[in-house]
């Protein structure tokens, strides 16, 4: 089991092993580099633990922890857990500061905990098999003890081909579950409980926080310094990406305002110039006086890694992006560096995204559905569609008027994305479909809390951005999964929970400015950044999808049209064989490729892997990358 | 083969994937059953001036003209007479 988790710890194994309970421990070593392998115990060895991840405030923890008189045998961060558990007991995860993924063995109650950082930044599973449970940080970690061979919750693939991911805590093998974000799972005299100890919550009418502008940008701004503080604690060099957007940069900037010498920052870049932003990457390394270096990521790159991708991912995908972030972290690796600080987050919890733009045009337009004006502002937020600058109004009414009709309905902001998503579907076999218990909009609007009726629309956005896109996508698959099949751990200053807690008690306006998005964060962030870096328009990641594959009228890899052919299609059953080649009919003969085309294509095509790989077990070759690095000094 | 026929096949093939006559009815609208979204009227665009030589203005990407087999017959040939 520890063996296939290689890549996420590639610096020693641990054991410890006694009656009923056995962990195991692969170790990427950051902190404590000498004494901090694991498992790790207590004074008297009553309480073990492995873990996967940092505890940021671990400084501040252990002097608490000491003074209350626990004594510590190393000088890592995993230590204060077992102390901590000891003193607080069950409440012990809302004292941490930091992103984990934790496995406690109780040896005096015979209890096993299972823990999950706030916002689901580290992965952890679990089975039940038979009278024994297993759990490990992949999915593929629990297949060699798994006493039966695992098949497709058909369940979660419907739910992934809808908001994007599986919702929390469904897992693409049948029998397998997550631990969920800010959750624990007890595992007790044979039950297994589950238990949420953070909620992202948001504050209202009554206890938004009050201030000027000037002062909740300042207090934001101390607040991010700290975030980005803790998070430059480790005993090996840390680094940190740069997109060329404003996220990025203003980490880069907060590191380098911390007097952090020395910054290495690391980018990609892309052949189109649509999706290339080396020329920001530059400029803002340049201003930060950084030592930069940059990969450039090719068409056939993304194809020729697609298949290890998926064995990283462990579930089917609907863009390439997380592809080009693998590439990335490859370059980080090969400069020696094992830790990076990333931008991540600040979106969701700053409302960055054009989907909270387009929540709110929307709203307003459903104040006064029938007018011809209030629609028109949809044209603002969309520029690269060729539709708006062709005109078509009619049809942008249509495609953003669904559900305009029931503007308080829970899932109102999310409604056009996850009905275009949701079209993908369409090429799910009969037979899948017919088994489907019900629909995963329906399912995951069951699981909102109580409060959320009580949440500013904006808020709402906010919430189901982070439960379903950010969770089980953007940290996961295009997040951990991509930074640790190069072994490099990623930290997120803006998912600092005091962060998220701090904007979810501001009202909407701080965050988004009539159409201006992270208003408040552009406010913190203009004494570290150039005036530029804070005007400038957002670009969203994006990388090529099909034209990866299929680009300059170049044959695609073996392994596309092995998974798409009918005889393999025919043998999963997951697709319908007739869709699918017309789907690949239309692609061969150029014709306009659309959202749900590239999607479709991507969630066949990764499905299919994800079968091979994981339930036939097949090795399928890794392709050839043709990436070169350009590194560059600027200090 | 007639306008009919070629605008059928076309959306059968390119936007339902599939080539069961049944699932299309000549005055199904594509908006209500979802069958063209945002990126879908590009390529549908695309295809009728490809595919019958004509140039269609902004002002006239309306339902009114695109929004079934039906309409597109009739405004095809109003473009071509």
Redesign the interface.
């Known amino acids: 089991m520890v063996a296939e988790l290689t890549p996420r710890g590639p610096d020693g194994t641990g054991y410890y092993s006694a009656a009923g309970i056995g962990l195991g421990h692969a170790r990427l070593s950051i902190i404590d580099l000498e004494g901090g392998g694991q498992p790790i115990h207590n004074e008297d060895r009553t309480v073990w633990t492995v873990f996967n991840g940092e505890i940021f405030n671990y400084v501040e923890l252990r002097r608490d922890l000491e003074r209350r008189g626990h004594r510590f045998y190393t000088h890592s961060d995993t230590e204060v857990i077992v102390h901590l558990y000891d003193e607080y007991g069950d409440d012990f995860p809302g004292r941490m500061n930091g992103q984990f993924a934790i496995a406690l063995w109780d040896t005096r109650r015979r209890r096993l905990l299972l823990v999950r950082d706030r916002p689901g930044i580290l992965p952890l599973y679990f089975s039940r098999q038979d009278n024994r449970l297993l759990f490990a940080s992949e999915v593929k970690g629990l297949l060699p003890a798994m006493s039966n061979r695992p098949e497709l919750n058909f369940a979660a693939l419907d739910q992934l081909m809808t908001f994007w991911a599986p919702t929390s805590p469904a897992s693409l093998f049948s029998g397998v579950e997550e631990v969920s974000p800010a959750e624990m799972v007890i595992v007790e005299a044979g039950q297994v409980r589950r238990r949420r100890y953070w909620e992202w919550d948001f504050a209202t009418d009554r206890d938004y926080l009050t201030g000027s502008t000037e002062s909740l940008a300042e207090e934001l701004s101390e607040l991010l310094l700290d975030a980005t503080r803790l998070r430059l604690r480790a005993d090996v060099p840390v680094g940190a990406y740069l997109s060329g957007g404003l996220d990025s940069s203003g980490i880069a900037a907060l590191v380098r305002h911390l007097g952090h010498p020395d910054l290495h920052t690391f980018s990609i870049g892309f052949e189109d110039p649509g999706l290339d932003e080396r020329e920001h990457q530059v400029r803002i390394s340049k201003y930060l006086d950084t030592r930069h270096a940059s990969v450039l990521c090719r068409h056939g790159d993304i194809a020729a890694i697609f298949p290890q991708v998926i064995r990283r991912t462990e579930a089917p995908i609907l863009r390439t992006a997380p592809a080009p972030m693998a590439i990335l972290s490859a370059l980080v690796r090969r400069h020696d560096y094992k830790v990076v600080l990333t931008g991540e987050g600040a979106d969701e919890v700053f409302g960055g995204y054009d989907l909270f733009k387009e929540a709110k045009i929307r709203q307003f337009w459903a104040r006064q559905p029938e007018s011809m004006r209030r629609p028109m502002l949809l044209r603002r937020l969309y520029p690269y569609?060729?539709?708006n600058q062709?005109?078509?109004?009619?049809?942008?009414k249509?495609?953003f008027g669904q559900g305009l009709d029931q503007p308080d309905s829970p899932g109102f902001s999310h409604l056009p994305r996850w009905?275009?998503t949701g079209?993908t579907r369409?090429?799910l076999s009969s037979d899948l479909r017919a088994s489907l218990p019900n629909d995963p909009v329906e399912g995951l609007i069951a699981t909102l809390p109580e409060s959320f009726g009580t949440w500013h629309p904006f808020n709402r956005a906010q919430y189901l951005e982070a439960k379903t896109l950010m969770a089980g996508y953007l940290l996961n698959s295009q997040g951990d999964r991509m930074l640790m099949a190069n072994s490099v751990e990623g930290r997120f200053p803006f998912l600092d929970h005091r962060v998220i807690e701090f904007a979810n008690r501001l009202h909407p306006r701080h965050k988004m400015r009539v159409l201006n998005e992270k208003y408040l964060l552009k406010r913190a962030l203009a004494k570290y950044l150039p005036a530029e870096t804070i005007a400038r328009f957002k670009q969203p990641y994006r990388a090529p999808d099909i034209a990866a594959f299929f680009g300059s009228g170049a044959s695609p890899p073996d392994y596309v049209t092995e998974c798409l052919s009918v005889r393999s299609l025919h043998e999963t059953g997951y697709f319908?064989p007739?869709?699918?080649q017309?789907?690949l009919?239309?692609i061969e003969h150029g014709?306009?490729?659309?959202?749900?085309d590239n999607m479709a294509f991507l969630a066949v095509l990764s499905t299919q892997l994800w079968h091979r790989i994981f339930i036939d077990r097949q090795d399928i070759p890794v392709g050839q990358i043709t990436t070169s690095d350009a590194s560059n000094s600027y200090s | 083969m007639p306008t009919v026929d070629r605008l059928r096949r076309y959306v059968l093939?390119?936007f339902l994937?599939?080539?069961d006559e049944s699932a299309l009815d000549n005055d199904d609208s594509f908006?209500d059953k979802?069958i063209i979204?945002?990126?879908?009227?590009?390529?549908l665009?695309?295809?009728l001036e490809q595919e019958f030589g004509i140039q269609i203005a902004?002002?006239e990407?309306?339902?009114e003209n695109l929004d079934s087999i039906d309409r597109l017959v009739n405004f095809i040939h109003r473009k071509q007479s």
């Open positions: 569609l060729d539709l062709r005109g078509g109004q009619a049809y942008l249509r495609f009905i275009t079209k369409e090429f319908d007739q869709r699918v017309h789907l009919r239309k014709r306009v490729i659309g959202f749900k | 093939e390119s994937f599939t080539t908006l979802g979204d945002s990126t879908g009227i590009l390529e665009v695309t295809f902004d002002e990407l309306l339902p």
